[in-house]
């Protein structure tokens, strides 16, 4: 058999046929210094360990042999002679050239020294032919599909898996991780914002320790109880913190420019109803023009497209981490997102796919995602407060997220308010019912429904508090 067999050839595009980029010398430099030396065949092991990863299938088939004789990819000495004894009973020995080309791998090398950058070379030049091969998938997936938010889904991951193939990562040992498991607890028991989450600014933070990145963060409520106000005021929170910082919000229910204006409210202490009446004061109306150039000079994305799927909710967030590096994303609300099933799935099926693809989503952006969500009837008609059991249509969304909090308020106290009392808080409680990395509990907030503004207890003076 042909031992310069290689693994891909570009198809013929446009009538151009080119050879895939790839260096032989630093090919056959990396696999005769793995001969050479343990410590050159640990470290390509660890960072070539991808399908691809050399352009010459011979080449390829004999790192493979390599990686299944020392899967652990420990410093450990790869034995020519084991090595061609492995390749003999695989059958691939005579494919790669027999033992001649092993020897001659070894000769090639004088020293394994730059081991390091024979490495480096066939890395690159294996992310460019994934590359190339992405962009020619791409074409076809253009000319056959009929959707075409599907191919911009698949391009999108595509890349985003090139891009995760270029962060390497170094084998480490228990002694250096506990030392750093050690200072990371140090810290965190300081409250070192180094590795605390993203402060919400509310004081459930002290039990989930902020928004992390990777998790999915499910907030619940029934109708008209505040979680889209509760959640912008968390989106506010961490977009006007020192430093600021970038935040995308997909906002499937309600206008950009409404949510704008609940922005303004919630900071300005100022009502709709004044502004219709033309009641403002001239201290409110400056306070609205600072308020303005606050949001303006921020960083908050805001994308209003309503019935999104979720194909195209993740091809924008990417974007977004791409384009502005948002921190964190937060959707109101899951229920209205597409997803994308098929034949007669259900509707729990399709809440499921939508709330399997949203944590995907957060890991692979590598951000907190905050997603809202409804509760079923049956947490009102209980007369008691909201369980995990009430997520609507789907347990899937319980088991996905990493941290469930449930808004409960008694929403009959609102309606009894009296005219005047608009500015009143009323009391509100946010129960964390699942943390999968710290522990549960309620704590209480106050509601301001004329703001769409939720204050801590703790903030509010005296003659603020509220029963309840």
């Known amino acids: 058999m042909d031992n310069n067999n290689n693994t891909g050839q570009m198809p013929d595009y446009m009538g151009m046929s080119r050879t895939m980029p790839n260096s032989m ?21 660890s960072a070539l360990n991808f399908d691809g990863a050399f352009y010459r299938g011979a080449h390829q088939t004999i790192f493979n042999a390599m990686l299944e004789l020392n899967p652990g990819k420990s410093e450990a000495a790869l034995d020519p002679v084991v090595l061609a004894d492995h390749l003999e009973r695989s059958g691939h020995l005579d494919e790669v050239g027999g033992r001649a080309y092993l020897s001659q791998l070894m000769d090639s090398v004088p020293t394994e020294a730059n081991i390091e950058h024979y490495v480096e070379i066939v890395r690159e030049k294996a992310i460019l032919r994934k590359l190339i091969s992405a962009c020619a998938l791409s074409m076809d997936k253009c000319y056959e599909a009929d959707n075409a938010r599907d191919v911009l889904d698949a391009i999108g991951q595509c890349i985003f898996d090139i891009t995760s193939m270029n962060q390497t990562k170094e084998i480490m040992d228990i002694r250096s991780l506990a030392y750093d498991a050690l200072d990371y607890l140090n810290k965190l028991m300081k409250g070192d914002q180094e590795v605390l989450g993203l402060r919400t600014g509310y004081d459930f933070d002290r039990l989930i320790t902020g928004l992390k990145p990777g998790e999915l963060f499910v907030l619940a409520a029934r109708p008209s109880i505040g979680k889209t106000a509760l959640a912008m005021n968390m989106a506010l929170n961490i977009a006007l913190s020192d430093p600021p910082v970038p935040v995308g919000i997909f906002s499937l229910e309600m206008p950009a420019r409404q949510l704008v204006l609940r922005f303004i409210c919630s900071l300005t202490n100022v009502t709709m109803k004044e502004f219709r009446k033309n009641q403002l004061s001239n201290d409110q109306w400056r306070s609205v023009m600072e308020t303005v150039d606050k949001l303006g000079s921020s960083t908050i994305l805001i994308d209003d497209t309503g019935a999104i799927d979720i194909l195209e909710l993740r091809a924008k967030a990417r974007r977004m981490k791409a384009n502005h590096d948002v921190k964190a994303i937060f959707i109101d609300y899951l229920q209205l997102i597409k997803g994308q099933v098929r034949g007669n799935a259900s509707r729990e099926n399709e809440v499921a796919m939508i709330s399997g693809s949203l944590k995907a989503m957060a890991k692979e952006l590598n951000i907190p995602v905050v997603v809202l969500a409804q509760l079923n009837r049956q947490a009102e008609q209980q007369g008691d407060v909201p369980k995990l059991s009430n997520l609507r249509e789907s ?74």
């Open 25 to 45: 010398e630093a090919e056959v430099a990396v696999l005769g210094s793995m001969l050479i030396a343990p410590e050159a065949a640990s470290l390509a092991l």
């Open 395 to 468: 347990g899937a969304i319980e088991q996905d997220a990493d941290v469930v909090a449930l808004l409960h308020r008694d929403r009959k106290q609102q309606y009894d308010q009296k005219d005047g009392d608009e500015g009143k808080p009323l009391p509100a409680e946010v129960i964390i019912a699942k943390n999968r990395n710290g522990g549960t509990g309620t704590v209480d907030l106050l509601f301001f429904p004329a703001y769409t503004r939720f204050e801590n207890v703790a903030n509010m003076p005296d003659e603020n508090a509220t029963e309840g």
